[in-house]
């Protein structure tokens, strides 16, 4: 929710304030959303276990709270659903810049906040290699580091194959109910903050 949040604030400014240098950091976001997941592990290892959050929960969600690939998005989603004009009535109409961010864009944004939150939910859930490198305790693992440990067990034990697979069908539940629970606000009307 944290990484949503920061992603949808990121993205509104963005996309509806000129400010200097804002075309640079969108370079440079553009260039955070091609660097794979997979090159960035073995650093944040190195920079995590030198600060003493290595194998804690921290280590595994503190670099989520950063995702490039969810500020482009909400990016052009401000661009897309947010009119200059509602946002310069609001500016005339004597509002602040922090309630038109609040009262007015925030609205707006929720369907694009609903696929970001999605996005990074799954990515988050089905995260393997971040906390197969930072966690060395077994129960502090995840469900799918979980899973992987039982599976390379189950090699020498057959009879785990049905705990595995049974598993891997409960890992899918909180995915399918979260998408059901979501999928309202995709139905929602692109102005449907904007005029009451």
């Known amino acids: 929710m944290l990484s949503t949040a920061v992603s949808a604030v990121s993205g509104y400014a963005l996309a509806k304030y000129r400010f200097p240098g804002r075309d640079a950091i969108f370079t440079l976001l553009i260039g955070g959303v091609l660097v794979p997941a997979v090159v960035l592990a073995i650093p944040q290892y190195l920079l995590f276990s030198k600060i003493g959050l290595a194998d804690s929960h921290w280590a595994v969600l503190l670099p989520q709270i950063l995702h490039p690939y969810s500020i482009y998005l909400a990016r052009i989603y401000a ?3 947010i009119p200059d004009s509602l946002l310069e009535a609001g500016r005339i109409d004597g509002a602040g810049e922090w ?10 944004m929720v369907p694009g906040m609903v696929t970001i ?6 990515a988050i859930w089905n995260n393997f290699l971040l ?3 930072m966690l060395g305790d077994d129960g502090k693992f995840p469900l799918t580091v979980g899973l992987y440990t039982l599976l390379v067990s189950g090699a020498n034990q057959p009879a785990l194959y049905n705990l595995i697979l049974t598993g891997a ?5 909180p995915l399918i109910a979260l998408f059901l629970t979501m999928q309202r606000y995709w139905k929602t009307d692109l102005s449907s903050g904007a005029v009451k």
Request: charged share 5%.
């Open 117 to 122: 939150f999605l996005f990074q939910f799954v």
């Open 131 to 133: 906390p197969f490198i």
């Open 99 to 108: 309630r038109l961010m609040s009262r007015v864009a925030m609205p707006l």
């Open 79 to 81: 661009a897309a659903a």
């Open 169 to 173: 069908f409960l890992s899918i539940v």
